[in-house]
């Protein structure tokens, strides 16, 4: 039996029950190929099921505000890919006339659609023969042919993409590549692969040259950035004072504390002497300070700091940084990074 054939034998006893496995609907597959970018399933399955709830159709989603679609967001990181989403929805609606395109060459023009997305959407919606290849799929590939090119390489997109289209069963590629991918994610796992119980083993370049452990190879990831940050909070009579991120840095148009950014950690109290502190909020007294706390990001490491102040409001200025009181029973219309979530969730209850 040959490596595909095997492979979806196994995939048709194994395969989870996912929703986007039940419909050719490119628009719902478009939905959860995107929102489980970088994420795994049992993660984000919920936010897959909060979306389909909230928006059925590309022209729901296309009418929601970008604030409603980060806020629904919210949590799953990566918040240019639901700014992407907003504006692909609103191409289909404008150059597509609200039928979301379900061919890889109309795809691969929409905002935020890459190879693989539209690989997979033409795949699964129109059972066009287009491999595609992700995590799951370079890892069972590196493994089983014992290839050792680093798969976050330049290289690798095109040598394991090509392998994979010369192995996909054309008459069937939607259920091929499922099976690829499932495969992957639950038999040749990242960690602790289940070689034992596995049906390709015998012809297994990895496991037969005790390479399992090893391959795939990577190349060594960028080294990340520190930043450190002072975030001010302040509440006056049922309100919390609040800045708009704006555009060139992470979280763009997400909402977060008033911000003081300083080039290493500094103490709380060092910080509230400044020119820019006072400036931003006049004489303040520190009522409390909560951390260091740190947040990773793909390649920044967030340093931060909670300054919980008492000042009196009129003191502020709201002509710097987008500041702006808000009612503390707004901010859960608000899309936040988590960092800010986590916190307020916390101190406020």
């Not at 799953?76 to 907003?86: C, E, F, I, P, Q």
């Not at 931003?280 to 947040?295: D, L, Q, T, W």
């Not at 990001?297 to 709201?318: C, E, N, P, R």
Request: proline share 5%.
């Amino acid at each position: 039996m040959s490596f595909i054939d095997e492979v979806i034998g196994w995939y048709l006893v194994n395969k989870r029950d996912l929703p986007w496995r039940n419909t050719t609907d490119p628009y719902i597959i478009w939905l959860s190929e995107i929102i489980l970018q970088q994420t795994r399933v049992e993660q984000g399955l919920p936010y897959f099921y909060r979306f389909a709830e909230k928006y059925p159709s590309v022209s729901e989603f296309a009418a929601a505000t970008e604030d409603e679609i980060l806020n629904l967001w919210q949590g799953l990181g990566y918040y240019s890919r639901g700014r992407n989403m907003h504006r692909t929805a609103q191409m289909v609606m404008e150059d597509h006339a609200g039928y979301f395109p379900k061919k890889y060459d109309e795809l691969i023009k929409l905002k935020g659609v890459g190879e693989y997305t539209a690989a997979a959407i033409s795949s699964f919606a129109a059972n066009e023969a287009k491999a595609v290849v992700d995590g799951n799929v370079f890892r069972l590939l590196a493994r089983y042919f014992g290839i050792e090119e680093p798969i976050n390489s330049p290289k690798a997109k095109r040598v394991f993409t090509a392998l994979a289209n010369e192995l996909i069963d054309e008459k069937n590629p939607a259920t091929s590549n499922q099976a690829l991918m499932e495969f992957g994610s639950l038999q040749c796992r990242p960690k602790n692969p289940l070689c034992g119980s596995c049906p390709l083993q015998p012809d297994c370049e990895a496991f037969k040259k005790g390479l399992t452990d090893i391959l795939p190879l990577k190349l060594k990831k960028q080294v990340s950035r520190n930043r450190y940050f002072s975030y001010v909070l302040l509440l006056s009579d049922g309100k919390i004072l609040l800045n708009k991120r704006g555009p060139n840095d992470i979280w763009q148009n997400l909402y977060e504390l008033p911000l003081i950014e300083t080039t290493e950690a500094e103490d709380a109290l060092n910080i509230v002497s400044t020119q820019g502190f006072r400036d931003m909020f006049g004489r303040a007294e520190i009522k409390s300070v909560y951390g260091p706390v740190r947040h990773v990001l793909s390649h920044q490491k967030i340093h931060a700091q909670f300054i919980v102040i008492d000042t009196i409001a009129g003191q502020v200025d709201l002509k710097k940084d987008s500041l702006f009181f808000a009612d503390i029973a707004q901010l859960e219309h608000l899309a936040q990074p988590k960092l800010i979530f986590s916190f307020l969730k916390k101190f406020l209850n």
